[in-house]
């Protein structure tokens, strides 16, 4: 027997305003991102950031709650799993998306202490039934972040 995990966890802050969309039978989905940072000392003793951005995924009740209370430079915990996605695009360019789907989302204060009442997570009856959709460009998008949830030929 094989063991296998794919868990993630991070602390961050949202980088924009959930996108939220209604797929084909009235599911929620809710899209955004989280950005983390990562510092270090380079050889010359200098401190160097890097900032590492993260697509997040929210569906049904847990995505009607990001809809609801996640902003634009909120700190917030999520924990979800990763899930990588291919889709050829109007321009028949293969495109790729690595996202991650939560389970848990915690509001944080800015010290990164969680606020009462802000503790989330998809009920554990969605978790065997995630709805099979994808994420495909809309007509006429500006860049790949603008996005359209359809109901077919989704990987997962």
Same mark, same amino acid.
């Given at each position: 027997?094989?063991?296998?995990l794919n868990?993630?966890? /991070?602390i +961050?802050? =949202?980088?924009?305003?959930?996108? =939220?969309?209604?797929?084909?039978?009235?599911t929620?989905v809710?899209?955004?991102?989280?950005?983390?940072?990562f510092? &270090?000392?380079?050889?010359?003793?200098? %401190?160097?950031?890097k900032a590492?951005?993260?697509? /997040?995924v929210? &569906? %049904?009740?847990?995505?009607?709650?990001?809809?609801?209370?996640?902003?634009?430079?909120?700190?917030?915990? =999520?924990? +979800?799993?990763?899930?990588?996605?291919?889709w050829?695009?109007?321009?028949? =360019?293969? %495109?790729?998306?690595?996202?991650? $789907?939560?389970?848990?989302?915690?509001?944080?204060?800015?010290? #990164?202490?969680?606020?009462?009442?802000?503790?989330?997570?998809?009920?554990?009856e969605?978790?065997?039934?995630r709805?099979?959709?994808?994420?495909?460009?809309?007509? #006429?998008?500006?860049?790949?972040?603008?996005?359209? $949830?359809?109901i077919?030929? /989704?990987?997962?």
């Open positions: 027997m094989s063991m296998s868990r993630v966890q /991070l +961050g802050n =949202v980088t924009k305003d959930p996108e =939220v969309r209604q797929i084909p039978g009235g929620t809710a899209t955004f991102s989280v950005a983390t940072n510092s &270090w000392k380079d050889q010359s003793g200098q %401190r160097q950031d590492e951005f993260h697509n /997040l929210a &569906w %049904r009740k847990l995505g009607e709650i990001c809809a609801q209370y996640v902003r634009k430079g909120s700190k917030i915990f =999520v924990e +979800g799993r990763i899930q990588s996605r291919e050829e695009g109007q321009d028949g =360019v293969k %495109r790729y998306r690595t996202e991650i $789907i939560l389970d848990n989302m915690i509001m944080l204060d800015k010290k #990164g202490a969680p606020m009462e009442g802000g503790n989330f997570s998809s009920s554990s969605d978790a065997g039934e709805e099979h959709a994808a994420i495909k460009p809309s007509a #006429g998008a500006a860049t790949d972040m603008e996005e359209e $949830i359809s077919e030929d /989704l990987p997962f």
